[in-house]
């Protein structure tokens, strides 16, 4: 079982609609990234948390310490937010899990 | 700020070639890293440096792969060898670390192919 899980693996979502990414791990963290990847682009950090909640814009992040979960939301989803999204976690080193990534498809 | 930047974005070199990766951190960041990322692996740890300091180098594949940081704004990542199995894209990632994390700011990558 791999340290950090994210659901779904791929999503397809009609422009408009409120999305749901989740990320599970397994791990004590210190804190959680959650990370955009435009095909064939480069690694955008979206949000660094630690706890509570984190809003940029029509992206929201949530997590849960306890529960050890984390919950990435996009509100009025537009096609350029298509893309791979990624979350990882830091367990207090310099190593950074990552998870396989969801990839988000958003038709127009 | 002009971010991470690395250098070539692409390379396309023959197999038995040598392949040189470049990356040039965020001023006032303590800590590089250099990443591979594959279909099958994903993201992949080659080598951490703190304070220009190799710290981890276990993520390196092998001998073919070294990596340097000759001061705090430049390093660079050495294939020599290369062989079709390194085509990937490796990623610069640079971060300011303090009590023991740090918000991850990556490079454009370098998409290498070796044919």
Known sequence: ?108 | DAGVIQSPRHEVTEMGQEVTLRCKPISGHNSLFWYRQTMMRGLELLIYFNNNVPIDDSGMPEDRFSAKMPNASFSTLKIQPSEPRDSAVYFCASSFVSANTGELFFGEGSRLTVL
């Open chain 1, 1 to 108: 079982k791999n340290e950090v899980e994210q659901s779904p693996q791929n999503l397809t979502a009609q422009e408009g609609e409120f999305i749901t990414i989740n990320c599970s791990y397994s791990v004590g963290i210190s804190a959680l990234h959650w990370l955009q990847q435009h095909p064939g682009g480069g690694i955008v950090s979206l949000f660094m948390l630690s706890s509570g909640k984190k809003k940029h814009g029509r992206l929201i992040a949530t997590i849960n310490i306890q529960e050890k979960h984390s919950s990435l939301h996009i509100t009025a989803s537009h096609p350029r937010d298509s893309a791979v999204y990624i979350c990882a976690v830091n367990s207090g080193t310099y190593k950074y899990i990552f998870g396989t990534g969801t990839r988000l498809k958003v038709l127009a």
